[in-house]
């Protein structure tokens, strides 16, 4: 697996931008990974992610899903040789809004290992959080649907609880902890209880000004970062 600094933080616009606009915010995500020395994910539609590759040198390309198909038959599927091939290096898998079955979910992460596709997988609770911990993905999202979008964040016990969990499993998985995320102060809040990464989708994209936002929560990583480093 491709090394992934930590922390990081993933710019998740989900289907609210494509095209120019998505371009434009990874064009900013682009710039201020270079600036702070942060790896920083961004995912877009698939039809964007060539166009977006092609225009940034720092952010790490993501796909918002993949099915587990091989080259052949698959008529409108996602093919994971596809995406590698359009730049991705990192895939989301089992978003609340893209859910896969066990058996589906055991078969993407395998392809993805095969093509050093970095997974980051979500969970809704603990429970399942340490059924997919076992399945070995790199980063592992501890992110309650019910928070999605709602600006309110998981409490420090959970995230505390949820990573410990994770790593007791499998010390090599990162956790991902982004329910909610709205300012730099709630990013600084998931580094400093242990995660490894944050994100964010409505608490970038609701911003008067995107990049002001996104910048706000990577100087909150920065910090937060710095914080750790005295203990």
Do not use: W
């Not at 596709?117 to 790199?138: F, M, R, S, Y």
């Amino acid at each position: 697996m491709k090394k992934i600094r930590t922390p990081f933080f993933i710019v998740n616009p989900k289907s609210y931008l494509y095209g120019e606009e998505s371009l434009q915010l990874a064009l900013v995500a682009d710039k201020l990974a270079e600036k702070y020395g942060i790896d920083i994910f961004y995912t877009a539609p698939f039809t964007d992610l060539a166009n977006i590759k092609s225009h940034t040198k720092y952010i790490k390309i993501t796909a918002q899903h993949m099915d587990p198909l091989v080259p052949g038959r698959g008529m409108g599927y996602i093919l994971p040789e596809s995406l590698k091939a359009a730049g991705a290096e990192a895939v989301f898998l089992n978003h609340a809004e893209h859910s896969l079955t066990l058996t589906n979910l055991v078969k993407t992460i395998k392809r993805a290992k095969e093509l050093d596709i970095i997974t980051i997988v979500c969970a809704d609770c603990l429970e399942e959080a340490i059924a997919i911990a076992k399945l070995g993905p790199d980063i592992l999202l501890c992110e309650p649907t019910a928070l999605i979008g709602t600006g309110k964040t998981s409490s420090s016990e959970y995230m505390i609880e949820t990573t410990t969990k994770i790593k007791e499993i499998d010390k090599n998985i990162l956790v991902m902890q982004a329910s909610g995320i709205t300012t730099g102060e709630d990013v600084y809040k998931v580094i400093v209880n242990g995660a490894d990464g944050s994100g964010a989708t409505s608490g970038i994209l609701n911003a008067p000004d995107k990049g002001k936002k996104l910048e706000e929560m990577i100087q909150a990583i920065v910090k937060a970062t710095n914080e750790n480093m005295k203990y």
